[in-house]
């Protein structure tokens, strides 16, 4: 996709990835500004990064670690506090098809 | 015309399995977060929406936190899988919407995952064993879960959600499509799980959901004109017990092939379809799938740093590696002379092992053995035979049933002087699991020392002989097999309490 004109179907696809709804006007101008990005991003796949390390994170950090302990967690009140919809201890939502998980 | 799908004759049909792992791990915390984490027994069965925190809400401003332990816990599972433990592996992004997932996005590991390349030899129900390769081990975090039903049972026409799930730390196991069939696929999984419970990295408890199974299955047919038809890859998701997983991958081989027969369809690009598992019906089935359910577009997690392992680090680790399973039983073999079939059950369940390798211990230390091998194969045996009766008969472990590893090893010592008969020694055991009692004061009090008074022992003989004139008739015509009959009748006179060989040789005399 770098090296090409995003199409109206593209910023569509990524609009409704995102759970957006643009209307046609702001689909065509986000065409222009991520197709600019897009351009801009395969303009430095032009470079030559050859023996280059790759950067995983832009901090030269690694091994962020912390001790397995238990700590706080939220009083229920305040985990339900801004939810739309709430039934006994859970969230309530709209009915969703499949089962998820990981 | 050559023969179509619906008519060519398949002359070999082989199964091709690969499999995905997900393993919850123990951890107090969660994989991110220092929330409690509802896969540690501490925190089972806690109320919905208790195990949550501003990360695992994903509140505005809250950064994650790895967990060193459900690092290091990965790098056991790693090494026990003979994997690589990689140097250098970051966290990605992948990016979904769904209601048990407040972030939007699960932190995974896309490209750079913690453990490659390993394998796992497992004995396969063709004979002999074969080795099963891990393409990778990837650290995740788990979701929250939705249900659809109140407390009480009561149905609600909405999904609700708990959220103490998520973010448990979740490893993610890939083998190679190296199964060619289901059992052997649930061997691999019960040794999987046997290894991760003896690292103690996860309860295993398949019912809660600590290890989850998904199998990716296609078929193989050689047709007569010799060519080779592949059916598309079927992913079956979530399989939570063996019986599953082996129903599940039966199932999907024969209909794979009825599927191919029907529509021609095979292997191509963009054809893996996934299905679900009904227990009741014994089926797979279509799964409607979250729309654009592919496309995640990963990208390296910014709000956190790589993990950088070195030698130091990975010694560390492997110095912390328990006796695996497999290493077990050969031990057990080689130096217990125990056999296959008993090593496998002593090793089947990390408590029981522990439990047998302290009665071991205590066994030894009685010194009423000569040899480690004999005290190693008379605690095995003992456990299995006398432990194995009465944890079934009252549904529990071995380890569960009461007598400790000194009791245990007490009723060998005293049957291996002669104090007590094989008999009275698995009755003995009975009697020690309800009591904390020393186990010679129960032998007395239970009447199980053996009685080895001449006089008693003569007038038991000769009561027997009376009263079985034909077999003590055949014993005095040479037919000695005869004479089990009246060492039964004397053991029942003597309620046990006599020594078999001195019975034996007792009556041979009288007879003679």
């Known amino acids: ?102 | 015309m050559s023969a179509t799908h619906a008519t060519a004759k398949i002359l070999r049909t082989e199964l091709k399995v690969g499999l995905e792992i997900h393993i919850e791990l123990a951890t107090r915390s969660k994989m991110f977060t220092r929330a409690p984490n509802p896969a540690h027994p501490d925190f089972y069965d806690c109320a919905p929406n208790s195990l949550v925190d501003p990360v695992v809400m994903a509140l505005p401003g809250s950064l994650p936190v790895m967990n060193l332990i459900a690092v290091e816990m990965s790098m056991q599972v790693g090494m026990a899988l003979g994997c690589e433990i990689a140097s250098f592996s970051k966290w990605d992004r992948k990016n979904y919407f769904y209601p048990d997932l407040p972030k939007a996005y699960q932190i995974s590991q896309y490209d750079l995952p913690l453990c490659i390349n390993g394998s796992v030899e497992i004995p396969v129900s063709a004979g002999g064993s074969r080795s099963i390769g891990i393409i990778r081990a990837h650290l995740e975090e788990d979701t929250g879960k939705l249900s659809h039903e109140l407390p009480g049972g009561v149905a609600y026409a909405g999904s609700l959600v708990d959220l103490n799930r998520a973010g448990t730390p979740l490893l993610e196991v890939v083998t190679a499509p190296d199964f060619d069939c289901a059992d052997d696929v649930v061997t691999f999984g019960q040794e999987l799980r046997n290894i991760c419970r003896f690292l103690g990295v996860t309860g295993g408890i398949m019912q809660r959901g600590h290890m989850r199974f998904e199998p990716n299955v296609n078929v193989l047919l050689t047709l007569e004109d010799g060519s080779v038809v592949k059916t598309p890859i079927v992913e079956i998701k979530n399989l939570n017990s063996f019986k599953a997983v082996k129903g599940a991958i039966e199932f999907e081989t024969k209909r794979q092939v009825e599927e191919w027969r029907a529509t021609g369809r095979v292997m191509g690009k963009g054809m893996k379809i996934t299905r679900g598992w009904d227990d009741l019906k014994g089926q797979t089935f279509v799964q409607r799938e979250k729309e654009d359910a592919h496309d995640y577009r990963y990208f390296p997690d910014p709000d956190l740093v790589p993990v950088v392992v070195d030698d130091a680090w990975r010694a560390r680790v492997r110095a912390t590696l328990p006796e695996l399973p497999m290493a077990r039983r050969a031990r057990y073999r080689e130096q217990f002379r125990l056999s296959e079939v008993d090593a496998r059950v002593l090793t089947d369940d990390a408590d029981f092992c522990a439990f047998y390798e302290s009665c071991v211990a205590a066994t030894t230390a009685k010194g009423c053995f000569k040899a480690i091998t004999d005290a190693g194969y008379a605690t095995g045996k003992m456990l299995l035979n006398a432990g194995s009766k009465r944890a079934n008969e009252r549904n529990c472990m071995v380890q569960e049933l009461g007598i400790d590893a000194n009791q245990v090893a007490d009723v060998l010592a005293l049957r291996e002087d002669g104090t007590v008969g094989p008999q009275a020694a698995d009755l003995l055991f009975g009697f020690l699991c309800d009591t904390k009692d020393n186990a010679a004061t129960v032998a007395e009090q239970q009447g199980l020392v053996q009685v080895r008074d001449e006089s008693a022992l003569e007038a038991w003989c000769d009561q027997a002989i009376a009263a079985n004139p034909q077999p003590a008739a055949d014993v005095r015509a040479g037919k000695v097999a005869a004479i089990g009959r009246l060492v039964g009748a004397v053991m029942k006179l003597s309620a046990g309490k006599a020594e078999a060989q001195s019975v034996n040789d007792m009556l041979r005399k009288r007879l003679s």
């Open chain 1, 1 to 102: 996709m770098s090296e090409r004109e995003l199409s109206i179907q593209d910023v569509r696809h990524i609009a409704k990835l995102s759970r957006l709804a643009p209307d046609d006007a702001t689909v065509e101008s986000m065409r222009s500004a991520l197709s600019s990005i897009l351009g801009h991003i395969a303009k430095l796949s032009t470079i030559d990064v050859a023996g280059v390390e790759p950067m995983a994170h832009p901090l030269a950090l690694s091994n962020r670690l912390a001790a397995d302990e238990p700590g706080a967690t939220l009083p229920i009140e305040l985990v339900l506090l801004n939810a739309p919809a709430k039934v006994d201890r859970y969230l309530a939502v709209p009915k969703v098809l499949d089962e998820g998980g990981a």
